[in-house]
């Protein structure tokens, strides 16, 4: 839960989160070399939903190989999603270059399952440009799993 802008009530980020809907954030998306995406310029506020057209995704939990998801060092997760009983977790973001999939290390991201069978993520700029955050289909093993073992 987060505080809200006076700080006197928690606000849940499974209901209070800013769609992000950018088609070039999929990890099948190759960069174009003369407009890389790069999330070191954006003013990342409060928590975020990612999509690929209309359809719930997550970040990775996988190396994303470099020049994917519009971007020449993709940002995925090295740490795994949230189950909805853990609540919050901080996790670890990597970002995949020439030199192996995790030549960048980002900020660490916060993150939280939702009911519903999605995740929610408070981004932060990457320590440098052409680094951007990757969104891919939810595994259907996860989806499973939640179902089988309960939020």
């Known amino acids: 839960m987060s505080l809200d802008k006076q700080g006197s009530r928690c606000i849940d980020p499974c209901q209070h989160y800013t769609p992000l809907q950018d088609a070039w954030r999929a990890t099948d998306f190759k960069a174009n070399p003369e407009s ?36 020449d060092a993709p940002l995925w997760l090295q740490t795994p999603h949230p189950t909805t009983a853990q609540g919050i977790i901080q996790g670890r973001v990597c970002g995949s270059w020439e030199r192996g999939c995790c030549q960048f290390q980002s900020h660490p991201i916060h993150m939280k399952a939702c009911p519903g069978n999605y995740q929610v ?17 939810t595994s259907l093993y996860r989806s499973l799993q939640n179902q089988i073992l309960g939020p």
């Open 121 to 137: 993520y408070k981004f932060v700029s990457p320590t440098l440009c052409r680094l951007a955050y990757c969104a891919g289909k």
């Open 36 to 71: 890389v995406a790069c999330d070191s310029l954006t003013d990342w506020q409060g928590w975020y939903r990612l999509f690929i057209g209309n359809s719930s995704v997550q970040m990775p939990e996988r190396c994303i190989e470099s020049h994917m998801c519009g971007t």
